[in-house]
């Protein structure tokens, strides 16, 4: 029976940790850090402009009325200046991205490149707490919108009343089994999702300004009142720039847009290091996006302003979350109107598919590298469970609440278009162009302002990013603290002095000592071997190889080592070696000469002063402090047979 269990939790492993990260791509997936360029192997990039289009496009189930309860009669203005802040804005920064970072890693990485050390950990994590935001939100909101198509829908309002939360949680988890089963055909789904959407919104667009043309009176009625409330056409824009950073939902779609870069095919000549195919589509695709989106935002606007009752956008009223679907239930019968609901109940549900993509496109990025996240964190579907149960919280908190989420979701959506711009704006003006960069400054500016106004009116949005930061950060030190003893030198190269070095002296019983460069004169050297053979009473026979480590980031977590050799003096061997980590430096070094050698080596220490908990501190934010005792456990945690472990001597 035992056994029958462990095979089943084996297997149970096993799958949970097979990864998905090639998503959409048709193949078995694998994790993150081993998924192969897919630039020339991807689709075709209208074909994935539907997969940032569920995202991006299905913000029409509830920005129109997003927008009227915001600006009111102004939101036919407003919202062109929300278009033109698309195309004179967003769209040229995400442009620059997609040139800057071509493998879906967005402005953080562009920022990353930017800071080193600790500072440049804690911003990538901030800004990762504003990812989350953004995407998070995206799928609760999403599926809250849905529910609420479903809820209000003439056929099933009096069965479904009062289950909206129940609705949504049920849609959160549909998504997230649809990531454990695997999501390999997302994109086939995504065009004919968007496909259907799109169509079913164009015959809603023309039936609603049909009606306008016919009814000519809701115009002079709309004009006549939006001159009596705001005077004129100068006081009107006014007002439309001051509530614009409440309709900052509709810019939504721009990193998701980058997210999805590795699916676009490219061209076939495309290299890892110069993807010109995949960039150039990748801009296409954000461009059709942005001009296709622009022109439903501005009809969709108008016809809901003066065809809708301002009553009906509030709160309880039929056109709140769902003004399109109010029109196409009121104006093409509740039969179209119940196959517009289905479409937008589906694209609104698959939205969280395309924000679920980004979330793992983007997480296991970084919190693993940074040793901020267990390395299971690289596998799709623990980070998919982990994702969903967020998900279900984040949905009990704001109750299921379409509008109260708008402002946590802007937030997080506005974050991360000035983090773009300004990461594009500092590329610009390290690449000298001037022009470009005075003009992403501009941009740049205005995004700021929008965020500050949205977060002043909206707290509620920068308070929720905070969570995500302050939980991501505690997760990642604890994580970081959990795993200070991991072995985490990713490979070892030695160059042919260093081999030299320690092929010739396994020979005998291997000996390195573990020297901290000082003056690096043949005194140094010298009273340091007299000092060891006297402490660890060893004959003047045996000869040693001293191994230096010189700190490079300590904020690095996983990385490679180079090690060089060379004779100082004239007569001692000297391995150099450059790391985050004194001893998991030595560590590696000492377990790959065993099984390079087949002979296990001895390293000697001297005990380092001073207390041992601010050594340790020492260790773990710097990479030294207490660093024979902690090469010690570096080893035994990497090699649990005590007879094959390097040997560890301190004095």
């Not at 990039?45 to 289009?53: I, P």
């Not at 001009?291 to 301002?310: A, D, G, K, Q, R």
């Amino acid at each position: 029976m035992a056994t029958t269990n462990d095979a089943r939790t084996g297997r149970l492993r096993a799958w949970m940790l097979e990864g998905l990260s090639d998503m959409g791509k048709g193949k078995p997936s694998r994790p993150v850090e081993s998924a192969p360029d897919a630039g020339h192997r991807g689709q075709r990039w209208w074909r994935v402009m539907c997969l940032t289009g569920v995202d991006y496009f299905s913000t029409l189930g509830y920005q129109p009325g997003i927008a009227a309860l915001a600006a009111g009669l102004l939101s036919p203005v407003a919202t062109i200046v929300l278009v033109i802040v698309t195309l004179a804005g967003a769209l040229p920064v995400y442009r620059r991205v997609a040139e800057e970072s071509p493998r879906g890693e967005g402005s953080i990485a562009m920022l990353s490149r930017l800071l080193s050390f600790w500072k440049g950990k804690l911003f990538v994590l901030t800004l990762l707490g504003f990812a989350a935001t953004d995407f998070l939100i995206t799928i609760t909101l999403s599926a809250a919108d849905a529910s609420t198509h479903l809820v209000e829908n003439p056929h099933l309002e009096e069965a479904l009343h009062n289950k909206q939360m129940i609705i949504t949680l049920v849609l959160i988890a549909l998504l997230g089994a649809v990531f454990l089963k695997g999501f390999l055909e997302a994109i086939g789904v995504a065009v004919v999702l968007v496909g259907i959407y799109l169509g079913l919104n164009v015959v809603v667009v023309i039936s609603g300004l049909w009606h306008v043309l016919t009814e000519g009176h809701v115009v002079t009625d709309w004009t006549t009142a939006l001159t009596a409330e705001h005077g004129n056409v100068f006081a009107m824009v006014g007002v439309a720039l001051l509530v614009f950073p409440k309709l900052a939902l509709g810019l939504s779609g721009f990193e998701t847009g980058v997210a999805v870069m590795p699916h676009v095919k490219g061209d076939e000549g495309d290299t890892e290091e110069k993807p010109t195919g995949r960039i150039r589509d990748t801009k296409k695709l954000l461009t059709t996006a942005a001009l296709i989106m622009s022109v439903f935002l501005i009809c969709t606007s108008f016809i809901t302003t003066v065809l809708i009752p301002e009553k009906e956008f509030e709160s309880g009223g039929q056109a709140n979350g769902r003004a399109l679907a109010y029109l196409a239930h009121e104006y093409l019968g509740n039969t179209f109107g119940t196959i517009y609901d289905v479409s937008t109940i589906a694209i609104l549900w698959f939205a969280g598919a395309s924000a679920m993509a980004g979330l793992l496109n983007l997480m296991p990025r970084y919190l693993p590298k940074y040793g901020m996240a267990p390395h299971w964190a690289r596998a799709v579907r623990p980070m998919v469970i982990v994702f969903t149960l967020v998900a279900f919280l984040v949905t009990w908190i704001f109750d299921a609440d379409v509008d109260a989420q708008g402002g946590a979701y802007a937030t997080g959506v506005l974050v991360l278009i000035c983090s773009a711009a300004i990461a594009v704006t500092i590329a610009a003006r390290k690449a000298g162009q001037k022009g470009w960069a005075i003009g992403f400054g501009v941009i740049s500016a205005v995004f700021l302002y929008t965020t500050v106004v949205n977060v002043i009116e909206r707290p509620d949005g920068v308070k929720i990013g905070a969570c995500f930061i302050a939980g991501i950060i505690l997760i990642s030190l604890l994580s970081r603290l959990g795993r200070a003893f991991e072995l985490r030198v990713t490979h070892i190269e030695l160059d042919d002095m260093a081999e030299r070095f320690i092929q010739d002296i396994s020979r005998r019983t291997p000996r390195f000592i573990a020297n901290e460069p000082d003056n690096r004169d043949i005194a140094e050297y010298r009273d340091k071997v007299e000092q060891i053979r006297a402490d660890n009473d060893i004959p003047g026979t045996e000869d040693f190889v001293f191994v230096e480590v010189t700190i490079t980031d300590p904020s690095e977590f996983e990385a490679g080592l180079t090690v060089k050799g060379e004779v100082l003096h004239d007569r001692f061997r000297v391995l150099t070696v450059e790391s985050s980590s004194v001893p998991n430096a030595l560590a590696a070094l000492l377990l790959h000469s065993r099984d390079l050698t087949g002979t296990r080596p001895h390293i000697y220490f001297e005990w380092t002063e001073g207390n041992p908990f601010a050594n340790f501190l020492r260790f773990f934010l710097f990479g030294q402090g207490e660093i024979a005792p902690v090469t010690r456990e570096i080893l035994r945690e990497a090699e649990s047979d005590r007879d094959r472990r390097p040997r560890v001597h301190v004095g």
